[in-house]
């Protein structure tokens, strides 16, 4: 079975400060992490993908995550926060080998104070 | 150039009666997928076909029924609407079947308000 928690339903962070935004998965086969995000009254958008290559993974707009094995962690940073950056973000979980199915966080949503 | 697009944007309606939401997908891609994300903003799967072939049915009401024209198209029809089907429906395409390894590019949503 697979999971993903979000410790975090709201982060708030003052702009030009780091961003990090916490998950956690479970699975009990080689997973395949996402950081998705959806600006308001939007799609979700692909930010990053982590599928058994580089640990550290580089995405969109500034955002990396590293996947940490010992801590079943995939959290999401950014050295910077924009303006733009405020919407929710999912955590989402896949098994790397045979699965058709994304299992999704419940999302944290992101404020960014001027 | 809109990769995933969908029709309508926003659909309110009554209790009991039958609707359809429209999918169309320009990326080539032969798998797509049919998910709902409710007012807490959680999201879950609920159909996906590749090409045309439905291959995950989650565990959603039969008055629910995807209808893939072609390999571009996955429409949701919507029967006997419920209060609690109000939600965001989003579609989402990719080229393969493999959640693990293949992006897939979700639409603007439909957001059903059900009276």
């Known amino acids: 079975a697979q999971s993903v928690t979000q410790l975090d339903s709201h982060v708030s962070v003052s702009e030009g400060t780091p961003v990090l935004l916490r998950c956690n998965y479970s699975?009990?086969?080689?997973?395949?992490l996402f950081w998705y995000v959806q600006h308001p009254n939007k799609g979700l958008q692909l930010l990053l993908k982590y599928t058994s290559a580089a640990t550290l993974v580089k995405g969109i707009n500034g955002f990396e995550a590293e996947f940490k094995k010992s801590e079943t962690s995939f959290h999401l940073t950014k050295p910077s926060a924009h303006m733009s950056d405020a919407a929710e973000y999912f955590c989402v979980v896949s098994r790397m080998d045979s699965s058709y199915k994304l299992i999704f966080g419940s999302g944290t949503r992101l404020l960014v104070r001027p | 150039d809109t990769a995933v697009s969908q029709t309508p944007k926003y659909l309110v309606t009554q209790m009991g009666n039958d609707k359809s939401i429209k999918c169309e997908q320009n990326?080539?891609?032969?798998?797509m997928y049919w998910y709902k994300q409710d007012s807490k903003k959680f999201l879950k799967i609920m159909f996906s076909y590749n090409n045309k072939e439905l291959i995950i049915n989650e565990t959603v009401p039969n008055r629910f029924s995807p209808k893939s024209p072609d390999k571009a198209h996955l429409n949701l029809h919507i029967n006997s609407l419920e209060l609690g089907d109000s939600a965001v429906y989003f579609c989402a395409s990719s080229q393969g079947v493999l959640a693990g390894t293949d992006t897939q590019y979700f639409g603007p949503g439909t957001r059903l308000t059900v009276l």
């Open positions: 990326l080539g891609h032969d798998t």
């Open positions: 699975s009990s086969y080689s997973p395949s």
